[in-house]
């Protein structure tokens, strides 16, 4: 078996540019004009015409003082934004970019989306080759870090010499609101921060950026109209790449312009055609094809498309002699396929399954086909032109040669090429989460992977497809997560339109794509696209994938203040599903119980829910105590609060869980408002803190809380009206609304205590109305009700609020005994003010 020699096939390449002087001529132009504004060169050609080949030769014809990078879609993970911009960092970074604020943001997006792990070398996103990252770690020696804007400026601080950089870092606006931001918000600022190291970076040399494959990023449009907005964040950053050029390939124009009519003086199209005869014929015989009949049979059978030139010439370098010349494209794939070796064929048959490969996945197929798997085929294969070399020795084929490969395989020799690639991506996930492997693939992309080819085994059942979500992000791939929800839609629209109506299977898979969003879409806040996500039916909850779809649900629609819903569909999974998810469901059932006024109830289920929880479920053990500590602090019942909260701190303890120990610091704060409020001021503070590395908004909210509290009750009733406006800030940043009605009502006995009378009662009766509304506190609304009373400040509405109130309540032991523990509560703060 001879190895086909490489430098002929780059030698004809060369060639077939000779007539294609407009688009290097507009090249030319673009790079000439490179400014402050940003600049798209639209490469459009058909497929196979030799899009790719175009952008590699553009960038080897560019000069040495432009940095250049280059970002191939046709790779699934790239096609997340997340991914790709590490990708591009790293290939920037290389050249002498300073990415020291997109770094900072990059970490800060991921440690958002991953707050169970911490930043260290291992986990950290390109932290070997980022130096703040890398001093900031150094200089931590060993210690948490955490990674908030805040946090990580401040380390910069510490760890950084070069006082300009140390300087821009701490001094950048942007930075400084990170921590403040959504989710969303932080995707889009992330984005905007690469763009500004590049706009940077031009000042002293420009770059170029080259975008293959758009059409790959923008899948199949779902039925009804729905569609991905995949390529929102590519127009997103391309738009605010000043300083430099894209040059984008795709196959048809972009149409950026019917979103905005600015894209216009941005977008210039550069079309590509067929190759004239004469370049055809040139190109072939510089392959080593020099019968003139022969060499204009095949140039009129390839039209012009340098993927099927390159494929005849791939066939005479097999075969040299004389064979029947074609007669159109598809027979030159024919020739090609009929004379390379039938286990070779057969070989690239399967491999064409699979999205990538490298040397380890062609092993796998051969070890399951019985076919030939030794490094010679290997080479012989990965020689082709068809074959497109990647990373770190992984390859894509062709995507015409994909197509013309599989019509030649039988569905059943699909699923079962597909089943083998998924315990292979399984296997290697296993590896890789352990440690033992580095493939040159991001971390949780095997579990994507895998997914991908069960889906298309048919043999992957949905509850291990959220198995495997989970499982992606314990390693880091939230945006793997995102992926699989992509290739899940593509699945279900594309079985959808074979088979029109959708069977149980096909359904499970539906669930389990909505579920896995709708829980993405809860992370980011965007409670209202989970709500979409997951319409209140009347279904049977018995599955795993069912029953967290509708705690997705429930959980969107409590943050949307619809608690009495959110209790229906909390209590529906509770009683209906005996599975996984059942812990989670009774604890959001006994939790919205208590905020409902429920004590007993709530109190005998967290404890029914507690004896069930398995020994590893030490977290939700923790969260249950934790949720007992909150109800019996508002019965005012602060011994017995005092003992669940140190319960609760020893579970989290036991399992690391920081975000568990972090709101403990929180509820101490809050505990010790009404027990020690000097301790609490103090205790507030450091939570404060706390929870800003941690960017939690209502936790920061509820601790500003405290804190005023307590001051009320020592007199330092400025520094409580501080407090105050910290704590409405932060609560109305994360649209906690209940918890902004609390604040109000202790507000209202700052208030009372400077003799604000009038304003007292319109604050007090405002957060009666929040509470009613949101259906939580009915005990704090009877609370108000007596505050009213005692300081002559009553009226009708306040009365009418705290009769509807008054049944809801069902406190353990009398409702004379809560009534005297609100009673001595109620004197710490209005007695000064009467």
Same mark, same amino acid.
């Given at each position: 078996m ?48 030799g ?5 590699q *030769? =553009?960038? /080897?014809?560019?000069?040495? %003082?432009f940095?250049t $990078?280059?970002l191939? !879609?046709?790779?699934?993970?790239? #096609? +997340? ?8 960092r790293?290939e ?11 770094d900072i943001?990059?970490?800060v ?7 169970q792990l ?9 932290a070997?080759e980022s130096?703040?990252?890398?001093k ?11 990674g ?22 701490e ?5 400084? *609101? =990170?921590? /403040?931001?959504?989710?969303? %918000?932080?995707?889009? $600022?992330?984005?905007? !921060?690469?763009?500004?190291?590049? #706009? +940077?970076s031009s ?20 039925p ?61 015989a ?7 009949p ?14 099927y ?17 074609p ?14 070796a039938?286990?070779?064929v ?50 894509r ?14 569905p ?5 090429v597909?089943?083998a690639?998924?315990e ?25 992977e ?8 048919e ?19 939230r ?19 074979v ?8 359904a ?10 709708a ?20 279904v ?17 629609r ?14 529906t ?6 599975g ?7 604890l ?19 404890e ?23 109800g ?12 669940l ?17 972090a709101?403990?610091?929180t ?9 020690d ?9 450091e939570?404060v803190?706390?929870q ?27 520094r409580?009206?501080?407090?105050f ?6 609560l ?5 609304r209940s ?33 009613e ?12 009700h007596r ?37 001595a ?10």
């Amino acid at each position: 078996m001879s190895i086909r020699p490489r430098y002929r096939r780059v030698s004809a390449l060369q060639r077939q540019f000779f007539n294609r002087e407009g688009l290097l001529g507009a090249y030319d132009e673009e790079l000439e004009g490179i400014g402050p504004r940003p600049r798209i060169l639209n490469v459009v050609g058909v497929g196979g015409i030799g899009k790719s080949r175009l952008l590699q *030769e =553009l960038r /080897n014809r560019t000069p040495d %003082d432009f940095r250049t $990078a280059r970002l191939d !879609l046709q790779l699934p993970t790239l #096609r +997340q934004p997340e991914d790709a911009l590490a990708v591009l960092r790293t290939e920037f970074g290389g050249q002498g970019v300073k990415f020291d604020r997109f770094d900072i943001a990059y970490a800060v997006l991921w440690q958002r989306v991953h707050p169970q792990l911490q930043m260290n070398r291992k986990n950290t996103p390109f932290a070997e080759e980022s130096e703040v990252l890398s001093k900031i770690l150094d200089d931590a020696m060993g210690l948490p870090v955490f990674g908030t804007a805040a946090g990580l400026v401040r380390l910069t601080g510490r760890a950084m010499t070069n006082r300009q950089r140390r300087q821009r870092i701490e001094a950048d606006p942007t930075l400084r *609101e =990170l921590d /403040n931001l959504s989710n969303a %918000d932080l995707g889009d $600022a992330v984005i905007y !921060l690469f763009a500004e190291e590049m #706009r +940077q970076s031009s000042q002293d040399r420009p770059y170029v950026l080259y975008v293959d494959a758009y059409e790959a990023l923008v899948p199949t449009p779902l039925p009804g109209g729905r569609s991905f907005a995949s390529d929102a964040w590519v127009r997103d950053l391309l738009g605010q790449l000043h300083g430099g050029l894209t040059v984008l390939a795709s196959r048809e124009a972009l149409p950026w312009a019917a979103y905005d009519s600015d894209w216009t003086s941005v977008i210039r199209r550069a079309p590509v055609h067929g190759l004239p005869m004469a370049a055809r014929m040139d190109l072939l015989a510089q392959a080593g094809i020099t019968e003139i009949p022969r060499q204009r049979s095949i140039a009129e059978a390839s039209a012009g498309v340098p993927f099927y030139l390159h494929l005849a010439v791939d066939t005479h370098l097999q075969n040299p002699a004389r064979i029947e010349d074609p007669g159109t494209s598809e027979e030159i794939v024919q020739r090609f396929l009929h004379h390379v070796a039938p286990d070779e064929v057969r070989m690239l048959e399967l491999l064409s399954i699979a999205r990538t490969f490298d040397l380890e996945v062609f092993r796998v197929v051969g070890r399951t086909f019985d076919l030939p798997a030794n490094l010679l085929t290997w080479e012989s294969l990965t020689a082709y032109s068809f074959a497109y070399p990647l990373t770190q020795g992984w390859y894509r084929l062709h995507q015409l040669m994909v197509v013309a490969l599989q019509r030649h395989l039988s569905p059943a020799v699909k699923r079962h090429v597909h089943a083998a690639l998924r315990e292979h991506w399984e296997g290697l996930a296993e590896r890789m989460e352990d440690g033992a492997e580095n493939t040159g693939v991001a971390r949780s992309s095997p579990l994507r992977e895998a997914v991908y080819h069960g889906l298309q085994a048919e043999n992957l059942p949905s509850e291990r497809i959220l198995r495997h979500a989970d499982r992606a992000i314990r390693m880091s791939g939230r945006q793997a997560v995102d992926g699989m929800v992509k290739d899940l839609r593509e699945h279900l629209a594309s079985r959808q339109d074979v088979a029109g109506d959708r069977g149980p299977v096909l359904a499970a898979l539906q669930d389990a794509a909505d579920c896995l969003e709708a829980e993405s879409k809860l992370e980011l806040g965007e409670a209202a696209a989970a709500i979409a996500l997951t319409p209140v039916l009347d279904v049977s909850v018995r599955s795993v994938v069912s029953a967290r779809l509708a705690l997705a649900g429930a959980n969107a629609r409590r943050i949307a203040g619809e608690s009495g819903l959110a209790a229906s569909i909390f209590q529906t999974v509770w009683d209906g599903h005996d599975g996984a998810a059942r812990t989670s469901a009774g604890l959001c059932v006994a939790d919205i119980r208590m905020w409902q006024g429920d004590f007993v109830g709530a109190f005998a289920l967290a404890e029914q829910v507690h004896g069930t929880c398995s020994p590893e479920e030490r977290g939700i053990r923790g969260d249950l105590k934790r949720l007992m500590h909150l109800g019996h602090r508002f019965l005012m019942d602060f011994g017995r609060a005092e003992e669940l909260l140190t319960q609760a701190e020893d579970e989290y303890r036991a399992v690391g869980a920081v975000i568990g120990l972090a709101n403990i610091r929180t509820n101490r704060a809050e505990l010790l408002a009404f027990t020690d409020p000097e301790s609490a001021v103090v205790e507030a503070g450091e939570a404060v803190e706390i929870q800003r590395d941690l960017g939690a908004q209502h936790e920061i909210g509820k601790a500003y809380t405290a804190m005023g509290i307590a001051q009320i009750r020592l007199g330092r009733l400025d520094r409580a009206e501080l407090s105050f406006v910290n704590a409405n800030a932060a609560l109305d940043r994360a649209g906690y609304r209940s918890g902004r009605a609390r604040a109000d009502m202790f507000r209202a006995f700052l208030l009372l205590r400077r003799g604000d009378r009038e304003a007292t009662r319109a604050l007090l009766r405002h957060a009666a109305r929040e509470f009613e509304t949101c259906q939580v506190y009915p005990s704090l609304i009877l609370a108000i009700h007596r505050a009213a009373e005692r300081t002559g400040l009553d009226d009708p509405e306040l009365h009418a609020l705290a009769e509807r109130a008054r049944p809801t309540v069902r406190p353990p032991g009398s409702v004379e005994d809560l009534g005297r523990r609100t009673e001595a509560v109620l004197s710490m703060f209005i007695e000064v003010g009467l």
